[in-house]
T-cell receptor, first 115, second 113 residues
Framework: DSGVTQTPKHLITATGQRVTLRCSPR?????VYWYQQSLDQGLQFLIQ???????AKGNILERFSAQQFPDLHSELNLSSLELGDSALYFC??????????????FGEGSRLTVL | GQQLNQSPQSMFIQEGEDVSMNCTSS?????WLWYKQEPGEGPVLLIA?????ELTSNGRLTAQFGITRKDSFLNISASIPSDVGIYFC?????????????FGKGTKLSVKP
């Protein structure tokens, strides 16, 4: 158990809909990262937050947005969903801003299926 | 953006065999890491490498940080069934406020008892 909690574990929805994925980082971790894992693209970095502020952006679509709240939990919002958004979405956390040991602690992921 | 080429994509081996996989990049990294993902779980860090040329072991696992800083390899000796999973290499640079990892596409390892 990494200490990172993600909900829901599974989600099935239709194209055009909007969903919210939630992440609670490890106790004491200030930095939260979101990754998308699909079969053909591996783990793609989406966005990073540190202590409530956005710090880095990767290949995140404009239809996607995220935020980190004062209690440090984070939410990833996916809107106008398309079939290609079906993937496993991981949240990870680290204590420091730069995760300078390279060690991210990953949750078990939220599997999104868009029909 | 930066991309990592990881090979092979998949491996089917017999228990007891040694395994080797590698990762290359068109650009340099300050840190190379190897993660393992088991079914239904998130990736877990196996080995981190911080210096070019560094060779580090973790039990039956050995990884090296290439001298050019553009590659890394992971070896697993005497494989066992619990080695099954997807192995990801990851590179990291420190620049500005970023510390996010760039991951390879993974090597899926299957071990036949």
């Amino acid at each position: 158990d990494s200490g990172v909690t993600q909900t829901p574990k599974h989600l099935i929805t239709a194209t055009g809909q909007r969903v919210t994925l939630r992440c609670s980082p490890r106790s004491g971790d200030l930095s939260v990262y979101w990754y998308q894992q699909s079969l053909d693209q591996g783990l793609q970095f989406l966005i990073q937050y540190y202590n409530g502020e956005e710090r880095a952006k990767g290949n995140i679509l404009e239809r996607f947005s995220a935020q980190q709240f004062p209690d440090l939990h984070s939410e990833l919002n996916l809107s106008s969903l398309e079939l290609g958004d079906s993937a496993l979405y991981f949240c990870a956390s680290s204590v420091r801003l730069l995760a300078n040991t390279g060690e991210l602690f990953f949750g078990e992921g939220s599997r999104l299926t868009v029909l | 953006g930066q991309q990592l080429n990881q090979s092979p994509q998949s491996m089917f081996i017999q228990e007891g065999e040694d395994v080797s996989m590698n990762c290359t990049s068109s650009s340099i990294f300050n840190t190379w890491l190897w993660y393992k993902q088991e079914p239904g779980e998130g990736p877990v860090l196996l080995i981190a490498l911080y210096k070019a040329g560094e060779l580090t072991s973790n039990g039956r696992l050995t990884a090296q940080f290439g001298i050019t800083r553009k590659d890394s390899f992971l070896n697993i000796s005497a494989s066992i069934p619990s080695d099954v999973g997807i192995y990801f290499c990851a590179g990291q640079n420190y620049g500005g406020s970023q510390g996010n990892l760039i991951f390879g596409k993974g090597t899926k390892l299957s071990v036949k008892p």
